[in-house]
């Protein structure tokens, strides 16, 4: 009785250096393939087809599909960062917090976030987009709230909480907007307590000379 199957047998392609997001640094990987081969006795004979390639990082051993290969970690940051900012003007503009003292103080928070001073009027501009009629910063919040991990959330939360007391606000307003923010960027209502909470000690510690 002849014995046949199939194999898969993996060779390297080509090596490099790449971003690991594991590692979080640029590492060595090799580049390999996957080739399905048809085996009499177990033995690799045909070759029927590459099943697929991936990129194994050197370092850490971890597998990736090719495109990490066009991973850029400071695009990724600039882009996070942008998102960031633009979920702070949406804020402004659904709870109507679009005075002057407002977009100074959301200015104060983008250029924490980026680490140098920016101009007034890219908040200024951002702000005009987010105005338009066929603009929705409630969804915006929605949809690109939910992607943050939970400590980035309590940052926003508590630049949001800088901006609505960037002027005269009773209490019981603040808590009502941070309420139903703290709800869109997905945090459950039942934490909310807790979350205002983490928020007021980090807009805290924000403040100069409070550190």
């Known amino acids: 009785?002849?014995?046949?199957?199939?194999?898969?047998?993996?060779?390297?392609?080509?090596?490099?250096?790449?971003?690991?997001?594991?590692?979080?640094?640029?590492?060595p990987y090799t580049l390999k393939k996957s080739t399905e081969y048809f085996t009499i006795y177990f033995i690799p004979v045909i070759p029927l087809g590459v099943r697929g390639k991936f990129v194994e990082c050197n370092q850490c051993r971890g597998a990736f599909t090719e495109a990490i290969l066009s991973y850029d970690p400071t695009a990724e940051?600039?882009?996070?960062?942008?998102?960031?900012?633009?979920?702070?003007?949406?804020?402004?503009?659904h709870f109507q917090k679009t005075g002057v003292t407002h977009v100074t103080s959301c200015q104060s928070a983008y250029s924490e976030l980026l680490g140098q001073e920016i101009p007034v009027e890219i908040v200024e501009h951002e702000l005009q987009l987010a105005l338009e009629p066929d603009s929705s910063p409630k969804?915006?919040?929605?949809?690109?709230?939910?992607?943050?991990?939970?400590d980035a959330k309590l940052?926003?939360?508590?630049?949001?909480?800088?901006?609505?007391?960037?002027e005269p606000v009773d209490n019981e307003h603040s808590r009502m907007v941070l309420a139903e923010f703290s709800q869109m960027l997905g945090f459950p209502e039942a934490d909310f307590e807790q979350v205002l909470e983490v928020v007021a000690e980090i807009s805290l510690m924000s403040k100069p000379g409070l550190e």
Do not use: H
């Open 77 to 93: 940051k600039v882009a996070t960062q942008v998102t960031v900012f633009r979920i702070l003007v949406a804020f402004m503009v």
């Open 1 to 27: 009785m002849i014995l046949w199957g199939t194999t898969n047998l993996k060779s390297s392609i080509e090596q490099g250096e790449f971003n690991c997001p594991q590692c979080q640094a640029v590492s």
């Open 139 to 150: 969804n915006y919040i929605l949809s690109e709230g939910a992607t943050f991990a939970p």
């Open 155 to 166: 940052q926003m939360m508590a630049s949001a909480m800088d901006i609505i007391e960037s």
